[in-house]
């Protein structure tokens, strides 16, 4: 309480700018031993509430920005058995050696121990991820919503329906109560979420708020997904992506609608490897043709295509993922447009635990591993975005594998290697001259199609900006993403990268590269909350897509 109540009489006496201000916490956490600097939203939980309204003007004028331009929230679904029954590596679901968890998690990552705590209630676990993003300073006008815990399409239409619609009434819920014309209402945040909390995963307290919540929430009935989804486009708090998991087996016409209909823009296929021996003997239940076939369908509804790849798998080999991890890219059937790389780990109570316990199998060790990977990202396309390189499940819990839950970190340190994706071009929290930037076009063939990867580009710092995904294919064209980066900025503000006028040049671009070639129409795959913006661009609503009728 000594440094709060130091640093609110500093900046009361006088204006601080924002260096100045992060000046003084340093030098207070300092002078009190703390271990940490508290943010900006703490030092306000622990102001006295009559004076919240003076200090709130001076302190969340500029909050600290969401680095990749969203606010990701992962929501995970509750344990239901696998479609196809269960792959030799996978280490979770019903009745598994960790309990009941969802498919091929443990129970002790960040998102699964969310989803406990908030009985894998979809609004739960929204509320309390916002709640978490508020305290860490973040903006959240912008959600990408990622829907973990297995192979979504295949559990039942009325539960994707309901557990879509709760994450969506949570952020219209947030927005309506505790957001007004001036921003965040502080006090009313504070007060509903007990604020300050000595533990904010304290038991009682976590259930008092899900009492509440659950008044508020009331029942899914027919009809009140769309209901939701139509509030959202104009809420405080929108969905700007929804990510869906699924098996390749699992992703023919009639799940790709239902996805369509949630709202979905990316789809993360679990592929794994592109050998088909290696997939009959890890007992996937798919072979490569399904990961062909979903791929292009799915890029034919204009969708984001994610894999997970998994190299060290049994009966595979350094030589067998080398590859593998090649022919992602020079197959033009593959080329997704995103990439999770997850080394095999061996856990109990999985088939390769019991082959490893019997010589018959050995994990890549971290080290190959690591040699793998910063190898293989000398090679990524400039389109691609390597999202995650390993599991985020706590070494404890393995047996054999990589030992390690920060493997990118420590592969980019050891090797450096040069790699050009999209997430290490990244601008980051950097300020740019945008007058220094340039427009560049990659056009390459992807199953059966032409993709033009339309970018915005800093030469000197080789850094991406903003860029765009535009697919034709048989007469056909449509908008696949559209992303500026630079840090989160708040919906009608004007930030350092963001909302300066990026993505109408990005998409000019994709419409004049439509109109050449002969076409007149163009669609885009909107995410939710983010139809108004294409609306003011001359866009309307056309089932799942937004579309623009060219001259």
Request: aromatic share 10%; net charge positive; charged share 30%.
């Amino acid at each position: 309480m000594d440094f709060y109540q130091e640093f609110l009489r500093e900046i009361k006496k006088q204006n601080h700018s924002d260096k100045q201000l992060a000046k003084l916490k340093r030098s207070l956490a300092l002078k009190y031993k703390l271990n940490q600097v508290p943010t900006n939203i703490e030092i306000l939980l622990n102001c006295p509430e009559k004076e919240i309204n003076l200090f709130k003007h001076k302190l969340l004028t500029k909050p600290t920005r969401t680095i990749a331009g969203v606010a990701p929230v992962a929501i995970m679904t509750k344990p239901a058995p696998c479609p196809h029954g269960k792959c030799a590596y996978c280490m979770g679901g019903v009745n598994s050696y960790f309990g009941d968890v969802p498919q091929s998690y443990t129970g002790k990552e960040p998102a699964t121990m969310r989803g406990i705590r908030n009985r894998y209630d979809s609004y739960l676990q929204v509320f309390n991820r916002l709640e978490q993003y508020l305290l860490l300073g973040h903006v959240i006008d912008k959600v990408e919503l990622i829907i973990m815990g297995g192979t979504f399409p295949s559990l039942p239409q009325s539960y994707q329906e309901e557990f879509t619609w709760g994450a969506f009434k949570a952020m219209n819920d947030f927005s309506k109560l505790f957001f007004n014309k001036e921003g965040l209402d502080f006090i009313k945040f504070k007060q509903f979420f007990e604020l300050p909390a000595v533990d904010l995963q304290d038991k009682k307290r976590t259930e008092r708020i899900q009492l509440k919540l659950a008044k508020i929430k009331g029942i899914f009935q027919e009809k009140e997904l769309a209901k939701e989804q139509q509030i959202n486009e104009t809420a405080k708090i929108r969905c700007v992506a929804l990510c869906l998991e699924t098996r390749p087996d699992y992703c023919g016409e009639k799940e790709i609608k239902e996805m369509l209909k949630l709202g979905c823009t990316r789809v993360e296929l679990g592929v794994q490897h592109l050998d088909d021996k290696i997939l009959k003997q890890i007992e996937r239940g798919h072979g490569v043709k399904e990961t062909i076939q979903a791929t292009k369908k799915l890029k034919n509804y204009f969708l984001k295509v994610g894999y997970h790849v998994m190299p060290g798998l049994p009966g595979s080999s350094i030589t067998k993922d080398q590859k593998m991890l090649k022919q992602l890219f020079t197959d033009q059937n593959l080329r997704p447009d995103a990439l999770k790389i997850y080394p095999c780990m061996v856990a109990p109570g999985t088939k390769v635990y019991d082959w490893f316990k019997a010589g018959t199998f050995q994990p890549l060790t971290t080290e190959k591993a690591a040699k793998l990977i910063a190898e293989f990202k000398e090679t990524v396309p400039e389109y691609v975005r390597i999202l995650r390189v390993q599991r985020d499940i706590p070494t404890y819990q393995i047996t054999a594998g990589v030992d390690m839950t920060n493997l990118r970190q420590y592969l980019t340190q050891k090797y450096q290697p040069k790699c050009r994706c999209i997430r290490c071009r990244e601008p980051k929290n950097q300020n740019l001259d945008l007058k220094s930037t340039e427009l560049k076009i990659k056009k390459y063939l992807a199953s059966q199609g032409e993709e033009y990867f339309i970018s915005i580009e800093e030469p000197k710092k080789d850094l991406l900006l903003g860029f765009c995904r535009l697919r034709i294919f048989n007469k056909q064209a449509g908008i696949r993403e559209l992303h500026v980066y630079g840090t989160a900025t708040g919906i009608g503000e004007e930030g350092n990268i963001q909302h300066r006028g990026l993505g109408k040049k990005l998409l000019g671009a994709a419409e004049k590269i439509v109109q050449k070639n002969k076409i007149k129409t163009i669609l885009v795959i909107s995410g939710i909350g983010v139809k108004e913006y294409y609306q003011k661009l001359g866009y309307f609503k056309e089932g799942y897509y937004m579309r623009k009728d060219l001259s």
